[in-house]
């Protein structure tokens, strides 16, 4: 059973730092991984997907890595805003499964 | 392109009462999934659907969960009866086809089991 982590579970920076968010896989038979932002009292956003042929997806300050044969993904957000705080969900798709969620990254940008 | 609309957005019912969620997904999309979310925890896929076939509800607990989707596009979601361990936030979301492609998802509805 796939099973995903994300660390840390929160996290608080000054406004302008760059940063890193961590998601880990049990299970490397994945077809893809997706992140997700989710504000309060929100559904969740997709920001990027990565497709298990790729290593990498890029949007704006948000840059997105895939290492399958590891089991990790890390997303990078650029000069961070206060507008980025939200919680930070990742997910991987096993094909005709669903998506399996971690629990979340709760992310707070200080003004 | 308009997103994935759900109703209601809140719901607040006594335990043992019977709810139901609706799910407009985006237009095109085969795919619609039903996800449970729980204060605190990421989502749990509960049903996932291909056009109007269910393709996975290994998660689904059947003795009171039950979900449709009518000539494969909106799709309902019923508890009955609700306990309060049901208190959480439902989320549907739709994939042109299947968890290959990018998942978009609804606001919500949230539910209290009082």
């Known amino acids: 059973k796939q099973e995903v982590t994300q660390i840390p579970a929160a996290l608080s920076v000054p406004e302008g730092e760059n940063l890193v968010l961590n998601c880990s896989f049990t299970?490397?038979?994945?077809?893809?991984l997706q992140w997700f932002r989710q504000d309060p009292g929100k559904g969740l956003t997709s920001l990027l997907l990565?497709?298990?042929?790729?290593r990498e997806q890029t949007s704006g300050r948000l840059n997105a890595s895939l290492d399958k044969s590891s089991g990790r993904s890390t997303l990078y957000i650029a000069a961070s805003q206060p507008g980025d705080s939200a919680t930070y969900l990742c997910?991987?798709?096993?094909?005709?499964?669903?998506?399996?969620f971690g629990k979340g990254t709760h992310l707070i940008i200080q003004p | 392109e308009a997103g994935v609309a759900q109703s209601p957005r809140y719901k607040i019912i006594e335990k043992r009462q019977s709810v139901a969620f609706w799910c407009n997904p985006i237009?095109?999309?085969?795919?619609l999934y039903w996800y449970q979310q729980i204060l605190g925890q990421g989502p749990k896929l509960l049903i996932q659907?291909?056009?109007?076939?269910?393709?996975?509800d290994s998660q689904l607990p059947k003795d009171r969960f039950s979900a449709e989707r009518l000539k494969g596009v909106d799709s309902t979601l019923k508890i009955q009866p609700a306990k309060l361990e049901d208190s959480a936030v439902y989320l549907c979301?739709?994939?042109?086809?299947?968890?290959?492609?990018?998942?978009?998802f609804g606001q919500g509805t949230r539910l209290t089991v009082v």
């Open positions: 979301a739709s994939s042109l086809e299947s968890s290959y492609t990018e998942a978009f």
């Open positions: 299970d490397s038979a994945i077809y893809n």
């Open positions: 990565i497709q298990s042929s790729q």
């Open positions: 997910a991987v798709g096993g094909g005709a499964d669903g998506l399996t």
């Open positions: 237009s095109g999309h085969a795919t």
């Open positions: 659907f291909q056009n109007n076939g269910v393709v996975d």
